[in-house]
């Protein structure tokens, strides 16, 4: 049965708080250890966050044992109604820094919002102090959260570890999205533009060019999830590079497949070849930009290899 916030008496209120600070404790070392690897500057962040936490549990404990004996009842969040549940850090462990710092945030203005109530119910006065205080610690740690020491600033720790956050980016998004763009944009252009030729059909070329498109997609998606782990090679989980390669590739076949909704064959046509100049430009930027391609080889490879698949369907559907 869950208990009502407003029914909890000093004496739960502490139980609670302490249950509560174990937890939090706990999560913050789980965010250390998953992020010390890579990112270690924050993990000593949540090091420290966790040490801190251990030293509120301490006083509470503490002050229950002056009060109330030595025995704690175990009172959790989720018995408690209305109270706002931990998501599990076991969810949250492959996110970035920033990102695991913002949930650090959130716990932390969940803790101040809970002890500013706590202190407000409480009538006994010791205990009413230390939930004030602590209310007051937590508010100075919700901007802790989301900062780095001096030191680490100095030590170039955080440039690091940015520089570490970009090569991830790049590893488990960019690579997998661009490969997929680039199947899907020339790929698709041969099978498109050999129907859009040999039956100056605007919707028969339309349907070939959505099958292409999104048959490219589900053979990228599988054949990117299943060809690595990603566990030696840092790429992140199979499944979110093989989604966002198919849908990549699946977008990047549709781009100059809709302009064959146009009912005009020439306007048609003429649209989807502006579409396939615009898709190739995009593809050597990003090589460019996140690949660290040079910027004439990168285009000169993709152009050629674009006009090269575009004239092979041109010739064929028009033979």
Known sequence: MSLHFRDLDEA??????????????????????????????????????????????????????AKFGEHIPLIRRQDVKGFLQRRPSWLIASLRPEKAREEAALMEIEARHFYEAAAQQSTDAAVRQLLGDLAHEEQKHEATATSVTAAQEEAGMVAN???????????????????????????????????????????????????????AG???????????????????????????????????????????????????????????ALELAAISWIRWRYMDTPF???????????????????WIGAG
């Open 161 to 215: 570890e940015q520089e570490t956050a970009r090569k991830h980016f790049v590893l488990r998004i960019v690579q997998p999205g661009l490969a997929g763009l680039m199947d899907g944009s020339v790929s698709t252009l041969a099978p498109l533009f050999a129907a859009a030729f040999a039956t100056g059909n605007t919707l028969e070329t339309f349907k070939v060019g959505l099958a292409a498109s999104v048959g």
């Open 12 to 65: 739960r209120l502490l139980a609670l708080a302490v249950t509560a600070e174990e937890e939090d404790g706990r999560i913050y070392h789980d965010f250390a250890e998953a992020l010390r690897a890579n990112y270690p500057a924050t993990a000593e962040l949540f090091d420290r966050m966790a040490e801190e936490e251990s030293g509120h549990r301490h006083r509470l404990i503490d002050l229950y044992r």
């Open 296 to 314: 004439l080889s990168a285009t000169f490879q993709v152009v050629v290899g674009g006009v090269l698949v575009f004239l092979a369907g041109w």
């Open 218 to 276: 589900i053979s990228m998606g599988f054949a990117e999830a299943m060809s690595d782990d990603g566990k030696l090679s840092g790429r992140g989980t199979p499944w979110l590079r093989g989604v966002v390669c198919g849908v990549m590739t699946t977008l990047g076949g549709i781009g100059h497949t809709l302009p064959y909704l146009i009912a005009d064959f020439h306007t048609a046509t003429t649209v989807a070849i502006a579409v396939v």
